[in-house]
């Protein structure tokens, strides 16, 4: 047998191993420095014309500071930043590939902020961590945690004023989600708008702390992004039941059309059907809101009005009330139904989040809770795709008619 292939199949033995990650760390650590030299001597060169009173430079090297050490993914590698005087005034050096306080790679930031965000406990940090890189993971202790969600909190205060001026949605998802709060007998609502710009692009608009799903709340909610710049109103909101978000929109965006989240008015009604006819009922009401057409659908809600009042008039009259904003859809375009028929886009985004608290038993805190559903949802929002059919956009802005899912050719079909 070959020698190769004996080593092959023993793998390679410990000290390689070893071997091969001493050569990783050196010359990472030998990039790493370099990139810093780099860096001062570009500032210094900046500075080169500027002089003091007897003609020497006003800026120049001054030895190092003390050695740090960084955690990188091939494990800790120690640097020294060079060290600048100033002869005149206090001018300091700042480097971008080494901030005052950075202790780790942003690779290994993201490890430790994905490993929290999917549900790995404080306490278990240490173990998983070295799982992922190896025995030398020092400086990534549970107590990392803690200064993660300090940068998460700022982070958060600066995207939620961030400018919205040149942002035009077309669509928004909205609903309230709720979450326990360990150390609280608090039961946060977490306000949450979706939304599709002229693009196609799907982005979270708005993440706020309310109080509950009421009226006030929803209009701090929609309130703050006027102020944040965004004076176009959406064409169509969908959301659930919740009298308070239509209450508000109708105050904010009054040109805005509704659409009834149709998971959330199946659950309601069926909720108020003995279980025996609750397969039955929920066949029907598919069939209402799959249906080609209006007419259709409309013939299909009469049909399931005309079975179950007589036994069954609250589950039929929790049907009937929003008649008039659940057959909104059909004005759009029908390869966008799929999308605007329900509020799916926000609660399948959140359900990682409600994975989250079982793990951990709910967060510590209000604050905590509005941080992981904050940063989770960012994450979420870079794996989104375009809505379908997202080139039929810029003939709804323009005014043109649909019917049926069907662009209406002239004024006089639609009348």
């Known amino acids: 047998m070959r020698k190769d292939r ?21 010359g990472a650590q030998r ?18 014309a500027s002089k003091v009173s007897n003609g020497n430079q006003r800026l120049i090297r001054n030895g190092y500071l003390p050695k740090r050490f960084i955690q990188t993914g091939v494990g800790p590698i120690s640097i020294q930043q060079p060290r600048v005087r100033d002869k005149e005034s206090k001018v300091r050096f700042a480097s971008n590939i080494l901030p005052p306080y950075a202790r780790r790679t942003p690779s290994i930031e993201a490890v ?21 890189l190896g025995e030398n993971a020092k400086g990534l202790s549970p107590t990392n945690i803690v200064r993660l969600k300090s940068h998460w909190e700022a982070e958060y205060n600066v995207w939620k004023t961030r400018d919205l001026s040149k942002k035009r949605y077309i669509y928004f998802w909205a609903d309230g989600i709720y979450f326990n709060v360990r150390l609280s007998n608090d039961r946060p609502c977490l306000l949450v708008i979706i939304g599709v710009l002229e693009d196609g692009t799907k982005e979270i608009v708005s993440i706020y702390d309310g109080h509950r799903e009421s009226k006030l709340s929803w209009i ?27 209450a ?57 009005l005309q079975t179950y009042k007589a036994k069954y008039p609250k589950a039929c009259a ?85 019917r049926d899912g069907e662009e209406v050719k002239s004024q006089q079909a639609v009348a």
């Open 248 to 304: 508000a929109l109708e105050e904010v965006f009054p040109g805005t059309k509704h659409q009834r989240c149709w998971v959330h008015k199946s659950a309601n009604v069926l909720d108020k059907l003995p279980k025996s006819v609750q397969k039955n009922a929920k066949a029907m009401i598919y069939d209402i809101y799959m249906a080609p057409t209006k007419k259709s659908a409309l013939e299909a809600f009469r049909t399931f």
């Open 318 to 402: 929790c049907l009937s009330k929003d008649k008039e904003s659940l057959f909104t859809f059909y004005d759009f375009p029908a390869v966008h139904w799929q999308h605007i028929r329900t509020t799916n886009p926000i609660e399948s985004t959140f359900a990682t989040v409600r994975h989250r608290t079982r793990q951990t038993k709910g967060c510590g805190s209000r604050t905590a809770t509005l941080m992981m559903v904050f940063k989770l949802g960012m994450c979420a929002e870079k794996t989104w795709q375009r809505l379908r059919g997202y080139q039929l956009i810029e003939k709804i802005i323009k005014g043109t008619k649909f």
């Open 31 to 48: 990039l790493i420095q370099m990139a810093v030299e780099q860096e001062i001597e570009e500032f210094l060169e900046s500075f080169a």
């Open 112 to 132: 430790v902020s994905t490993l929290y965000l999917r549900g790995i406990s404080t306490n278990s940090f240490p173990e998983a961590l070295e799982a992922l």
């Open 6 to 26: 004996i080593f092959e199949e023993k793998g390679p033995s410990k000290e390689f191993t070893q071997t091969l990650e001493e050569i990783l760390q050196s």
């Open 220 to 246: 701090e909610t929609l309130g703050s992004l006027r102020k944040q710049g965004l004076t176009t109103p959406p064409l169509l909101a969908i959301g659930d039941g919740a009298l308070g978000f239509w």
